[in-house]
T-cell receptor, first 115, second 111 residues
Framework: DAGITQSPRHKVTETGTPVTLRCHQT?????MYWYRQDPGHGLRLIHYSYGVKDTDKGEVSDGYSVSRSKTEDFLLTLESATSSQTSVYFC??????????????FGPGTRLTVT | DAKTTQPNSMESNEEEPVHLPCNHSTISGTDYIHWYRQLPSQGPEYVIHGLTSNVNNRMASLAIAEDRKSSTLILHRATLRDAAVYYC????????????FGQGTILTVHP
């Protein structure tokens, strides 16, 4: 499982509240990713990180921010949660030495419900 | 990103081979073809990737057309545990190893 954990695994929150999801890895991988998965949309990339303090936006970054202050942790924050952010969130790491030849390994996911 | 076309769903019987096709006619010359699968209620799982030659690993084989516009993931003997959504993803020509997931193929395996 590439040593990836996500916390919390489940969360119910109210509209307008801030939420932070944590992804933790134990194998010192440089690249980390946050995806969301909704019915009918498959997985979509929210943000990714290519090193400590190095992050960039993905396909669906509006309403989300990220931080990576140390290699092992990649945090996803919803500053003010909305019902449209109800989803399953997956974190992933990239193993492999190049942008072409690599494997991504995914965490178990966080199911977030915004009421 | 290269567009991919996969069947929405396929069915197989246990212990029979399964051939999952993928068309990626707009693939760039530097993209690898990656396959991932997602079992129910789990995160995606890496299966295999290749560039031009056919590839084998303990999970599956990947057959890549000579023009690279299509590929086929081969499960040699399907098991019930292989029931999943299978994603074909050309990637690697852009930066940072990002993956763009499509809708994938839902594989049902019958006992």
């Amino acid at each position: 499982d590439a040593g990836i954990t996500q916390s919390p695994r489940h969360k119910v929150t109210e509209t307008g509240t801030p939420v932070t999801l944590r992804c933790h890895q134990t194998e010192n991988h440089r690249y980390m990713y946050w995806y969301r998965q909704d019915p009918g949309h498959g997985l979509r990339l929210i943000h990714y990180s290519y090193g400590v303090k190095d992050t960039d936006k993905g396909e669906v970054s509006d309403g989300y921010s990220v931080s990576r202050s140390k290699t092992e942790d990649f945090l996803l924050t919803l500053e003010s949660a909305t019902s449209s952010q109800t989803s399953v969130y997956f974190c992933a790491i990239r193993a492999g030495g190049s942008d072409r030849v690599f494997e991504q390994y995914f965490g178990p996911g966080t199911r977030l419900t915004v009421t | 990103d290269a567009k991919t076309t996969q069947p929405n769903s396929m069915e197989s019987n246990e212990e029979e081979p399964v051939h999952l096709p993928c068309n990626h006619s707009t693939i760039s010359g530097t993209d690898y073809i990656h396959w991932y699968r997602q079992l129910p209620s789990q995160g995606p799982e890496y299966v295999i990737h290749g560039l031009t030659s056919n590839v084998n690993n303990r999970m599956a084989s990947l057959a890549i057309a000579e023009d690279r516009k299509s590929s086929t993931l081969i499960l040699h003997r399907a098991t019930l545990r292989d029931a999943a959504v299978y994603y074909c993803i050309p990637a690697g020509g852009t930066s940072y190893g990002k993956l763009t997931f499509g809708q994938g193929t839902i594989l049902t395996v019958h006992p």
